[in-house]
């Protein structure tokens, strides 16, 4: 059974800095990763879909990798601003298109002015 | 402007009421998705629907149910069987369930006990 974690739960940084959030999955057969921006008592916003052929994706100052073989992604976010703080949630989909999305619990990111 | 609509933001329920969750997409989706989330958790699946007049229970589908009788619509009942609904509700869509496309979400609706 697939599971999703994410560590750290919580992450506050200063302004400017760059940051790195976590994601990871136990079982690497996946169809594609995607990383998702939620604030507080909204909806989730896509960020980034990685499918599971490729190793990275890039958004402005957002890029996310991906390394199936060892079940782990990154979301890198350069030059952190205060905007930036949410809670970012990452989500496999199974090994076929058909398969359900597997959500983490996301990494709730605070970054000070 | 296209997207999702879910209301109401907040909802209260009382002991053995049954209360619904309205869903509105105006994407042209096939697909539509219930979810639930609970602090520190990831979000789980209630229910989804592939088409109109169709839908599959997810993980978590005990004490809730469905309607797709419009392809914009997918209403949610939280029924008096689930004895611990508060939760934060979110709706999605997508064009298909197959082809892993990417999820719409709405804004949610929170839900609490009286």
């Known amino acids: 059974k697939q599971e999703v974690t994410q560590i750290p739960a919580a992450l506050s940084v200063p302004e400017g800095e760059n940051l790195v959030l976590n994601c990871s999955f136990t079982?690497?057969?996946?169809?594609?990763l995607q990383w998702f921006r939620q604030d507080p008592g909204k909806g989730l916003t896509s960020l980034l879909l990685i499918q599971s052929s490729q190793r990275e994706q890039t958004s402005g100052r957002l890029n996310a990798s991906l390394d199936k073989s060892s079940g782990r992604s990154t979301l890198y976010i350069a030059a952190s601003q205060p905007g930036d703080s949410a809670t970012y949630l990452c989500?496999?989909?199974?090994?076929?298109?058909?398969?359900?999305?597997?959500f983490g619990p996301g990494t709730s990111l605070s970054v000070i002015p | 402007d296209g997207g999702i609509t879910q209301s109401p933001k907040y909802l209260f329920r009382k002991e053995g009421q049954n209360v619904t969750l309205s869903c509105e997409q105006n994407?042209?989706?096939?697909?539509m998705y219930w979810y639930r989330q609970d602090p520190g958790q990831g979000l789980r699946l209630i229910y989804y629907?592939?088409?109109?007049?169709?839908?599959q229970k997810g993980d978590i589908a005990e004490g809730y149910s469905v309607s797709r009788e419009k392809k914009e619509s997918f209403p949610l009942t939280v029924t008096s069987a689930q004895k611990n609904p508060t939760a934060f509700y979110l709706c999605?869509?997508?064009?298909?369930?197959?082809?892993?496309?990417?999820?719409?979400f709405g804004d949610g609706t929170r839900l609490s006990i009286l």
């Open positions: 989500a496999v989909r199974g090994e076929t298109s058909y398969d359900k999305v597997i």
């Open positions: 629907s592939q088409i109109v007049n169709d839908f």
């Open positions: 999605a869509s997508s064009i298909a369930v197959r082809g892993g496309q990417p999820q719409h």
């Open positions: 079982d690497s057969a996946i169809y594609n």
């Open positions: 994407l042209n989706h096939d697909a």
